[in-house]
């Protein structure tokens, strides 16, 4: 077992590398292979039976979900998005989007990506309910084990650990990702969480 001091130098160099791919890449080919894994996503099982479901704001160098948020709607399906605390190093809730309408008036983060104000309190929060059926993944690279390279925040790491504590048990993961972030071998450790199946434009 690598030390950890060793394990966060690893991750370290993945995740360079990795941006480094990613950053390559140009709009164009980012919007082309966000179309085919939504597609890919439309067609799974997973989505077409799940009824509340969580999916992450898209950031420039991420899968973009904007396809996605709009099908959810027009399915009838119960939409939560990410919510951050500033305060709170990894917290992280699910939150009730009511209309794709809603998220253009969200403000934005320092992260440039929409999400309710912190003082919003008034959103259904997944776990509070009735939970969630599927959760969309984001991050940095994942290989085709499941294994996963976050940003280093560990947001959903505990967000799922929460998840498993609910009575609904652990919701189905799908990540989301350009061929530019699979990688050979993530290396991970007991507190990074497994991912269900990785959605990628296939050219085999």
């Not at 990613?22 to 980012?30: I, R």
Request: with cysteine; charged share 30%.
């Amino acid at each position: 077992m690598a030390s950890m001091a060793a394990l966060r130098a690893a991750k370290q160099a993945m995740r360079k590398e990795v941006k480094r791919r990613v950053a390559s890449l140009d709009d164009h080919e980012k919007l082309r292979q966000s179309k085919i894994i939504s597609q890919k996503l439309f067609k799974h099982p997973k989505y077409a039976s799940c009824e509340r479901m969580a999916v992450f704001l898209s950031m420039a160098d991420e899968v973009s979900t904007e396809i996605i948020i709009k099908d959810v709607f027009e399915q009838g399906k119960t939409c939560f998005i990410p919510k951050y605390r500033s305060t709170d190093s990894n917290h992280m809730d699910m939150v009730r989007l009511s209309s794709l309408e809603e998220l253009e008036t969200l403000p934005l983060t320092s992260w440039n990506i929409r999400q309710p104000a912190d003082e919003d309190h008034t959103r259904e929060e997944a776990l509070a309910t009735g939970g969630l059926d599927l959760v969309l993944m984001p991050g940095l690279g994942f290989d085709r084990s499941g294994n996963r390279l976050g940003r280093g925040k560990g947001f959903y790491d505990t967000y799922l650990d929460r998840c498993m504590k609910h009575p609904k048990g652990k919701p189905y993961t799908i990540a989301l990702a350009f061929r530019q972030q699979l990688c050979q071998e993530i290396p991970v450790d007991h507190n990074d969480v497994l991912i269900d199946e990785v959605l990628y434009e296939d050219l085999e």
